[in-house]
Structure formats: C-alpha cells, structure tokens
C-alpha cells in the first residue's frame, strides 16, 4: 500500500505515451487501457477508459500504477458516491466532504483505497457529456504531457 504522500507523488509526474500506437476511443461495452510512463521512465501507469457498461453515455476514467493501485477515478453518468463517515479525515481538503453523497471523481486516499469522492472541478473538465473531450482534460488532469494518439469513431446512434 503507498503512503499518502507517495501517491500524491506519483500523480503530479509528469508522464508520456509509452509508445506511438494509436488507439480508438472505446464504444458503448469495450474498454481501453494505454500504457503511460513517468517522463524519467522510472514509473509505469496505465490510463482506463471504461465505457464496459452498455449505457452510452456511461464512462469511467482512471489512472492506475503497479497495475491495480487506483490513483484517481473520474466516472461519468454513473451513481453518486456515499463517503465514508470518518472520525479522523486522512486528508485536510476532504473534511467538507466527510461523509455526504458526492459525483465523483474519486481519489487515492492512504488507508481508503479510492474510497472519497469530491466534485469534478469545473476548471479542468468542460463538458463531462463530451466523452472523448473528457479523456484529453484526464490526460491534462493526470499531467500526461505527451499524450497518445486516440482515434475517436462513432457510431451512427452516437450522433446528436
């Protein structure tokens, strides 16, 4: 388990595409994960986008390290999120929060996993119905300065 510190850490690196593959932006029931690296090479993430539910405007972004260490979670269309109740908050910012029904996204918090959400901030995220402009704000979001090239197909039914 990483300290709060090491994953605050690990977040605010830079990172870059792994490799120049490019990749199409997922439809209603697939998922995507690309490859991220920190701009030293001496960390691996990987980038989700899960849009695995058949609701099409339902998607969920996330960046992973070490495979399965959730750092951040941004879901769209999807439940609120209930936090949890706790005597001692793990992080000072999240006290307003403690305990209420929030939209995510969510956070790595030590002790907690990506148990807390708090509200998408509005000031790097500009229309969360814009699904394939969402993942280059998440890239922006999780300084992913070298962004991989993702090809945005559609459907027919997807436009509006």
Same mark, same amino acid.
């Given at each position: 388990m990483l300290t709060q510190k090491e994953a605050d850490d690990l977040f605010r690196l830079l990172k870059r595409k792994k490799n120049n593959e490019a990749y199409e932006f997922p439809l209603p029931g697939e998922l995507l994960v690309i490859p991220i690296i920190s701009n030293d090479e001496g960390h691996e993430f990987l980038i989700d986008v899960n849009r695995r539910q058949i609701t099409q405007m339902k998607c969920t972004y996330q960046?992973?390290?070490?495979?399965?260490?959730?750092?951040?979670? /941004?879901?769209?269309?999807?439940?609120?999120?209930?936090?949890?109740?706790?005597?001692? %908050?793990?992080?000072?910012? /999240?006290?307003?929060?403690?305990?209420?029904?929030?939209?995510?996204?969510?956070?790595? %918090?030590?002790?907690?996993?990506?148990?807390?959400? %708090?509200p998408m901030p509005s000031d790097k995220f500009s229309n969360p119905n814009d699904l394939y402009n969402t993942l280059q704000e998440f890239f922006a979001y999780c300084n992913v300065v070298d962004r991989p090239r993702v090809n945005q197909i559609r459907r027919l039914d997807e436009y509006q």
């Open positions: 960046e992973r390290y070490q495979k399965t260490i959730i750092l951040t979670r /941004l879901d769209i269309n999807g439940p609120p999120h209930n936090n949890p109740a706790a005597n001692t %908050i793990p992080v000072p910012y /999240l006290e307003q929060y403690n305990g209420k029904t929030i939209n995510c996204p969510h956070f790595c %918090i030590e002790g907690y996993m990506n148990k807390w959400a %708090i």
